[in-house]
Nanobody, 115 residues
Framework: QVQVVESGGGLVQPGGSLRLSCAIS????????MGWYRQAPGKERESVAT???????TYADSVKGRFIISRTNGRNMVDLQMNSLKPDDTAVYYC?????????WGKGTLVTVSS
């Protein structure tokens, strides 16, 4: 069984920074894509940033230049460094990992950007 666990959410002021971490554990042969998604109140879940096993990344236009996704393959972890945070970044952030060809989701971590 595969487990995906996020950590690092919280309350931060506009302009501040926060780092989210995601750890994947369990019975794994391979991990391909990993990524962060978010869902704000009343909105659909959207992709924030993704990273492939060989390092290629994609970012939502709304976070380009502010967020950085990185992964540590040997430790099966993926992080999201979030800088210059805005109130519009407030959402529950979910980690996703494609393990052995199947997508797995974490339960999410809340990020609130407010003064």
């Amino acid at each position: 069984q595969v487990q995906v666990v996020e950590s690092g959410g919280g309350l931060v002021q506009p302009g501040g920074s926060l780092r989210l971490s995601c750890a994947i554990s369990g019975s794994m042969f391979s991990i391909s894509n990993m990524g962060w998604y978010r869902q704000a109140p009343g909105k659909e879940r959207e992709s924030v940033a993704t990273i492939r096993s060989y390092g290629a990344t994609t970012y939502a236009d709304s976070v380009k230049g502010r967020f950085i996704i990185s992964r540590t393959n040997g430790r099966n972890m993926v992080d999201l460094q979030m800088n210059s945070l805005k109130p519009d970044d407030t959402a529950v952030y979910y980690c996703n990992a494609v393990v052995n060809g199947r997508p797995y989701w974490g339960k999410g971590t809340l990020v609130t950007v407010s003064s």
